[in-house]
């Protein structure tokens, strides 16, 4: 970074300059301004959701090309990284703030082998954000772990992420052990991640493939009123 970097007051800037600013600081993981970037946005009456998928989202998109590409390395995307959970710590209790009744509940984990957890947590904060109950069982989730989180909180929804090639058929072994325990039917299972798409999700035996956190909520919201549809109906008749 150059010294004329270090001076330059985000504040002078307008929205766009910020924003492709608060990008370019989210590549060079500069988290303290990624965060200030995000504070100033909200000031300027930005709304949360805006802020998330404009300036950190659309940052982690252009830091992805350049990992694909060889020009970033682990180590740079790992700051990266840590500042987009930076700013998602800021927006996490706005996106979350609904005086909503619960509509659902949702254990949510990425799969075995994959340690990638910022679209996880986005969906969590998108789903707590639109009234559900999350919880959040983190990374390297084994079928072992699925289950006793299932067993534990008694979800309407199961939901995985998994962000590499080599760890997405980890679902079909969490959701085939499912079956083979007479349980796949009490949960509407919901899955995603950048390499997914909705054949694999068919294929896996999956409810849905959710293409982000905005499908997400949608797709749970939809599954969710059609369950309690089909339960009524079972109920009166
Ligand atoms: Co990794 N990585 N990474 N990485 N990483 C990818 C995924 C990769 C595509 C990069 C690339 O080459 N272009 C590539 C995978 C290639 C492949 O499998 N085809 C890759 C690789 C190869 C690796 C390593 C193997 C690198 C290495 O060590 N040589 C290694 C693997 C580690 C492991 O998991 N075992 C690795 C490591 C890492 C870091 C640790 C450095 C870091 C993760 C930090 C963290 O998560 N705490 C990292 C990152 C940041 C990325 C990229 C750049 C960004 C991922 C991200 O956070 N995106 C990624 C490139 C990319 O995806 N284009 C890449 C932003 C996020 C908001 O989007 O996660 O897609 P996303 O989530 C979206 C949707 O997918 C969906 O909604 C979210 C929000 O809208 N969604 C769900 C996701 N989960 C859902 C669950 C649901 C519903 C929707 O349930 C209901």
Same mark, same amino acid.
């Given at each position: ?8 007051d ?15 600081? @989210?590549?060079?993981?500069? $988290?303290?301004? !990624?965060?200030?970037?995000v ?9 949360? +959701?805006? !802020?998330? &998928?404009?300036?950190? #989202?659309?940052g982690?998109? *252009?830091?992805?090309?350049d990992f ?9 995307? @790992? ?5 987009? $959970? ?12 609904t ?6 509940k949702? #254990?949510?984990? &990425?799969?075995?082998?994959? *340690?990638?957890?910022i ?15 999350v ?7 084994? !079928?072992?772990a +699925? ?5 534990e909180?008694?979800?309407? *929804? ?6 590499? &090639? ?6 079909? #072994? !969490? /959701? ?6 007479? /349980?796949?039917?009490? +949960? *509407? #299972? ?10 694999? %999700?068919?294929? /896996?035996?999956?409810?849905a ?9 949608? &797709?749970?919201k ?5 369950k309690?549809?089909?339960?009524? %109906?079972?109920?009166?008749?």
């Amino acid at each position: 970074m150059s010294d004329s970097d270090d001076d330059l007051d985000l504040r002078s800037l307008d929205d766009d300059e910020l924003v492709k600013q608060m990008q370019d600081d @989210l590549y060079d993981g500069l $988290k303290e301004e !990624v965060e200030e970037g995000v504070n100033i946005l909200l000031e300027r009456g930005w709304q949360p +959701y805006r !802020v998330l &998928t404009e300036a950190l #989202v659309e940052g982690m998109r *252009i830091v992805g090309i350049d990992f694909r590409d060889g020009i970033l390395f682990v180590p740079e995307v @790992l700051l990266s990284a840590n500042s987009m $959970k930076g700013g998602m710590a800021i927006l996490r209790p706005l996106l979350a703030e609904t005086g909503a009744p619960k509509v659902g509940k949702m #254990v949510i984990g &990425t799969v075995k082998g994959d *340690i990638h957890d910022i679209g996880k947590n986005l969906v969590a904060m998108m789903m707590e954000g639109a009234g559900f109950e999350v919880i959040n069982i983190g990374i390297n989730n084994s !079928v072992e772990a +699925y289950l006793e989180a299932l067993e534990e909180h008694k979800p309407d *929804i199961l939901g995985m992420s998994a962000l590499l &090639t080599t760890t997405m058929p980890y679902m079909k #072994v !969490v /959701i085939e052990e499912l079956k083979s325990k007479g /349980i796949r039917d009490d +949960y *509407i #299972v919901l899955v995603g991640g950048a390499p997914l798409n909705e054949a694999f %999700a068919e294929a /896996i035996g999956a409810d849905a493939y959710c293409r982000d956190a905005a499908v997400a909520v949608e &797709t749970a919201k939809e599954l969710i009123a059609r369950k309690h549809n089909l339960l009524g %109906a079972s109920a009166a008749g």
